[in-house]
């Protein structure tokens, strides 16, 4: 008897739709597994049996051959498992209960069985199931552990199972497993971590004033300066003061996370991704590549910050694929297994050292480097790299200090600038004020002084363009109707060409 039973697979971050056909004729005793499988796929085999024949489930004799279609793609990952044990049940004559079905319904069955025939979870579950719900499948049954997840796409019923038998029960007679509350979390339902709309910062105002330049407008930051002066420590508290996601962004950027394997257990993700890979990060590391082409870095920070501590000490042929995806705000990679275009719409923050031994510059101690030694350091760092970041501050020796935990700041009011911000050392949760897809009028003194100032500063088209944004996000801070000349000088300030000849050339 032949029977098919829906599944799926994970390609990329994406969910893809795989046909689970069984097929048990007579011959002799054997299970063949067909249909372009990795080795972890052929490795069910095993899974299934032992899960089949320790849930109650008495196997049929002769030649069992399942088949995964499409056969032309490759199959890998542990979800096919339960899809295949039912598969084999209803080939041998053990027929669905109607009333596991409403109207219009056909299963959808994803998990991976243990020998004993409990349920575990699978990778990029989410992924399978929103792309299940495009396709106009209404039912789907999943590990109970993951119920939560796939309960995350609407207008799917699930039904969530400990272990094999508790679905056969299902199948046969309809009744759905009991799960505990802590099971399943209904859409609309999100567990965040707390985090702080206040940042207090002392010491540097030139530092303060462009980090809340850069968390209004979303622009990517480039942070020189001698070793201890807070660089690292700035980075991490803009990753943790970020603004919380949006209903659609969170589900996205769950979808991404649950693919990748990174997903925290019962938990949409509400706060926006930090990511901070050491420097010995390769090419896929970073992009994307590898087996079955994961996503790298720069789309586990989607909707998130980046952030390259010593990029100097990166290897420079990986920190150059970063220059489309800044552009682009996605990555396509193809290589042989086919080809993945993933999001990457990511805030790049980076700090390093203005020279090897790190201090040129500092008050602290004197620089060892000789003249050679600078260039050839700061030559890891490309041209094109750099000018796309739209902040470079220089980072001297810290006057001040951090605030010590359980230390408070006044929130500012709406209506205060951010150059009060800057001088009152208030920081409000300014995420995105800056950020909008109208700009703002641009004056002609504003314009005029540009133009001035680009070909002796040696601004590029796509200089003179960050140049902009940036003096756009100071006037939406400033409430200003316009951008103006003052604006732009401002902006100006945090431009690679007016740093220190000494630091990056």
């Given at each position: 008897?032949?029977?098919?039973?829906?599944?799926?697979?994970?390609?990329?971050?994406?969910?893809?739709?795989?046909?689970?056909?069984?097929d048990i004729c007579r011959g002799l005793p054997g299970f063949y597994l067909v249909g372009l499988p990795n080795a972890e796929v052929r490795e069910s085999r095993q899974r299934v049996l032992a899960a089949l024949r320790n849930s109650g489930v008495k196997l049929p004799p002769g030649k069992i051959t399942v088949n995964l279609a499409p056969a032309g793609v490759r199959k890998e990952g542990a979800s096919f498992d339960l899809a295949i044990a039912i598969g084999v049940m209803a080939a041998k004559g053990d027929g669905m209960n109607s009333l596991c079905l409403e109207e219009g319904e056909t299963p959808l069955f994803l998990g991976e069985l243990s020998l004993f025939g409990q349920l575990q979870p699978v990778r990029g579950l989410l992924a399978m199931v929103l792309a299940a719900a495009e396709r106009g499948d209404r039912l789907v049954v999943v590990p109970a552990c993951q119920a939560w997840e796939a309960d995350l796409a609407a207008g799917v019923r699930v039904v969530g199972a400990r272990n094999l038998s508790e679905v056969i029960h299902w199948w046969k007679t309809g009744e759905e497993p009991v799960l505990e509350a802590s099971r399943k979390l209904r859409p609309?339902?999100?567990?965040?971590?707390?985090?702080?709309?206040?940042?207090?910062?002392?010491?540097?105002?030139?530092?303060?004033?462009?980090?809340?330049?850069?968390?209004?407008?979303?622009?990517?930051?480039?942070?020189v300066g001698p070793p201890g002066t807070g660089k690292t420590r700035l980075a991490r508290l803009l990753g943790a003061n970020q603004s919380l996601l949006g209903p659609q962004e969170a589900l996205e950027v769950t979808r991404i996370h649950s693919a990748a394997g990174l997903l925290a257990e019962g938990r949409l993700m509400q706060s926006r991704p930090f990511r901070a890979p050491h420097h010995t990060l390769t090419k896929a590391g970073l992009i994307g590549g590898g087996s079955g082409l994961r996503p790298g870095e720069v789309t586990l920070a989607h909707r998130g910050i980046l952030f390259l501590d010593e990029l100097a000490e990166f290897n420079p042929a990986v920190l150059d694929v970063l220059r489309e995806p800044l552009e682009e705000k996605q990555i396509t990679l193809s290589r042989g297994g086919g080809s993945r275009i993933y999001p990457a719409d990511f805030q790049l923050v980076a700090a390093m050292n203005p020279c090897r031994c790190g201090f040129l510059g500092s008050e602290i101690k004197p620089c060892r480097c000789t003249l050679a030694e600078r260039r050839r350091y700061l030559s890891r760092l490309s041209g094109p790299l750099l000018d796309r970041f739209d902040l470079f501050v220089q980072v001297g020796s810290w006057e001040g200090e951090f605030l010590q935990e359980g230390d408070q700041l006044e929130v500012c009011p709406p209506?205060?600038?951010?150059?009060?911000?800057?001088?009152?050392?208030?920081?409000?949760?300014?995420?995105g004020q800056g950020h909008h897809k109208s700009t703002l009028k641009i004056s002609t003194q504003a314009k005029r002084h540009l133009n001035l100032i680009r070909k002796p500063l040696g601004l590029s088209l796509r200089s003179v363009h960050s140049c902009l944004r940036i003096a756009t996000t100071m006037a939406r801070l400033d409430h200003s109707k316009a951008v103006e000349k003052a604006h732009v000088l401002e902006a100006l300030e945090f431009r690679l060409e007016n740093l220190a000849l000494e630091v990056l050339t």
């Open positions: 008897m032949v029977t098919k039973i829906k599944s799926g697979a994970l390609a990329g971050i994406d969910g893809l739709s795989v046909m689970v056909e069984v609309g339902t999100v567990h965040s971590r707390k985090t702080s709309n206040v940042l207090g910062l002392a010491g540097q105002p030139s530092l303060l004033k462009a980090a809340v330049v850069a968390v209004a407008g979303r622009h990517n930051v480039l942070m209506g205060r600038t951010w150059r009060e911000l800057v001088t009152t050392g208030c920081w409000a949760d300014l995420q």
